[in-house]
């Protein structure tokens, strides 16, 4: 569907969910395909595995993507292997959900900081070979809650929104290098994460999603190779929800 040959890309967060969905997507579509992963060795050697099927092209770096000089470094390994980069995929994230009252100050800041200085790092760090190429695509993961707003995730919803304000500002500040930076914006998912839901909690969500039911990995991968690919060439700036409606 989308002719990614001879592009190289990183999607961190990548070894599980929706992650390694849209990793496996740009590897479909033909790039050559590097993950990032924080702890999960298994998880990281699983989605190498499935890239290895689909294209005969995987690698996973470990990084902690909060950590400036980690992160320089890994990008500095994918440039010495593959010679530049051309997609970046801010997907990394966690969530440490407590109500404002009861937050402890190091689940707000390890929040802000691999969510959001987490993309300040990997986005800083690939410029300079993007520029050299005078092409880039940069596709920031934020969340409904940046933009609707939940309870429990002041520390989430702060981060997110904030990626969603760097988006808007970076892509004005490299447009001109022919790098593109847009947000992509995941409702429910069927993942690992909402298969423990209880039914209660199930049909809550549901009745917020016009569309009545999850979205799948494949449709967030499918959309994040639609920013990733030359048909996207004149959107910048933008946010893209798959969410069913939700937001």
Excluded at 154 to 181: C, D, Q
Excluded at 227 to 241: D, F, K, M, P, V
């Amino acid at each position: 569907m989308f002719d990614l040959s001879g592009k190289v890309a990183i999607v961190t967060g990548g070894s599980r969910g929706i992650g390694r969905a849209m990793a496996y997507a740009l590897a479909g579509s033909g790039a050559n395909v590097f993950i990032s992963y924080s702890s999960d060795d298994g998880a990281a050697e699983e989605a190498v595995r499935g890239l290895e099927e689909i294209c005969g092209f995987g690698n996973a770096l470990k990084a902690d993507v909060s950590d400036t000089d980690a992160v320089k470094e890994m990008i500095g390994k994918v440039v010495e292997e593959a010679g530049t980069v051309h997609i970046l995929i801010n997907n990394a994230g966690i969530i440490r959900d407590s109500l404002l009252l009861l937050m402890k100050d190091e689940d707000w800041q390890r929040v802000i900081d691999v969510n959001l200085k987490g993309v300040y790092n990997c986005s800083r760090a690939v410029l300079r070979p993007m520029i050299a190429e005078k092409w880039g695509r940069i596709i920031n993961i934020i969340s409904p809650s940046a933009l609707m707003g939940r309870p429990g995730q002041t520390n989430y919803a702060a981060a997110k929104g904030g990626i969603y304000s760097f988006t808007k500002s970076l892509a004005r500040e490299v447009a001109s290098y022919g790098i593109n930076v847009n947000a992509l914006s995941p409702g429910v998912i069927d993942t690992e994460l909402t298969d423990g839901l209880d039914d209660k909690l199930m049909s809550e969500l549901l009745s917020l999603i016009p569309l009545g039911r999850l979205g799948t990995v494949e449709e967030v991968a499918n959309a994040a190779c639609f920013l990733a690919s030359e048909r996207s060439g004149y959107i910048t700036g933008e946010l893209l929800s798959v969410d069913g409606g939700m937001t």
